[in-house]
């Protein structure tokens, strides 16, 4: 199971929110390319980098965080947040990230995401799919969409993603552990590579998502806080 940091950003700095709401922002760091060398010398190779003010203005704007990280360390980095055009998309890729990760535009715009899909194949476009009570939440969590998680990964598996992230909002920032029994369900759609997010707190959170099957864990808040820390979460890897 690969394991995976969170970097979310705003105002160009390294911060995290509670269940998506940016009135809870906490900046943990002013320097985020620091933040992603301490993670690369510790021997992990995976970043989240989550684009939070282009998430909110519906346009890229972190850019230049994403190409000094990859320019400066090894790191694989999915990015996401603001991807709502082919232009954002591939700024993202020239400034170097291996992944996307799309969730608002795959309800604004469907066919232009199976575009996507096509065009840069299922390893490179996640499919980005946070809830909360089981539906699907875009434009930066604050709009229910009302569709139901399991419908909508399903569907789009039948479309041929290969990659989901999942965040289950009420479990995002709250250090009370993940959606085991969400993941659960999930896990028993055919062919799905999950990467779970959200309340992963302790290195047991972990091991039962790996045990699960999840593909990928993303770690955040219980990093920043001091719950977890990059040398334990390195054994994992």
């Known amino acids: 199971m690969r394991i995976i940091i969170a970097l979310d950003i705003i105002g160009g700095k ?14 943990y760091s002013e320097d985020p390319l620091e933040v ?3 993670v690369e010398d510790h021997g992990i190779e995976f970043i989240h980098l989550v684009d939070l003010d282009g ?8 850019d230049k965080i994403l190409r000094n990280i990859t320019s400066k ?19 993202a890729f020239d400034c170097g990230a291996v992944q996307v990760t799309c969730g608002s535009v795959v309800l604004a715009d469907p ?15 996640i499919l980005g799919a946070d809830a909360m009570n089981r539906k699907i939440s875009v434009e930066g969590w604050s709009e229910d969409s009302g ?49 779970a997010s959200g309340g ?4 047991e959170d972990i091991k039962k998502l790996k045990e699960i099957g999840c593909e990928g864990a993303i770690i955040g808040k219980a990093l920043y806080e ?5 040398k334990e979460i390195s054994w994992l890897c």
Not at 14 to 27: E, P
Not at 111 to 125: H, V
Not at 155 to 160: A, E, I, T, V
């Open 147 to 195: 569709t139901d998680i399991i419908s909508f990964i399903g569907h789009y598996l039948s479309k041929g993603i290969k990659y989901a992230i999942c965040t289950d909002i009420e479990k995002d920032g709250m250090l009370q552990g993940p959606s085991v029994d969400l993941y659960k369900e999930i896990l028993e759609l055919p062919r799905i590579n999950l990467i």
């Open 73 to 91: 360390t090894a790191l694989k980095v999915d990015f996401g947040g603001g991807l709502r055009s082919e232009k954002d998309i591939d700024l």
């Open 55 to 62: 998430a909110k203005q519906r346009k890229v704007i972190n």
């Open 111 to 125: 066919e232009m995401f199976l575009g996507w899909l096509g065009k840069y194949g299922n390893e490179k476009i």
């Open 226 to 230: 001091g719950m977890l820390n990059l």
């Open 36 to 38: 992603a060398k301490q």
């Open 14 to 27: 390294c911060v995290r929110l509670t269940k998506g709401d940016y009135s809870t922002k906490k900046i």
């Open 200 to 203: 992963i707190t302790t290195t």
